[in-house]
């Protein structure tokens, strides 16, 4: 692969990071929403220490290339007490989140697939 091409491959990459990281605040702001009645925008101390734990494994993820959904990865940085509640809060909100933010949501699954 040629310079040009490494460049814009690393460009896509991290552009797939902070689009990732975004996604992942939006979807614990409607869990913490909806689970723990806070205002839109807005995050309780757990759930906003959810989110920082999660933008910081994103920030570092070595398969940010390649992956797909954290929940198919073979490393599983997490550990064990917070990949539980982000399984959770996954599985809560990501249906919500196709009401709340359809073209974002549907962005991020085909980010998450096409690289
Ligand atoms: S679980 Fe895997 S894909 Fe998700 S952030 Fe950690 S290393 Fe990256
Ligand atoms: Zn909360």
Redesign the pocket.
Known sequence: MDRRNVQKRENRVEKKRLFECDMVLEIISVYCHRKHGTQKGELCSDCRALSLY?KD??E?????AE?T??SA??????DRER?AKIREVMGYASPWMLIYHPMQFLRHVWYSWKT
């Open positions: 999660a494994r994103i570092k993820c070595p398969r940010m992956k959904f954290c990865c073979p490393i599983h940085c997490y990949r």
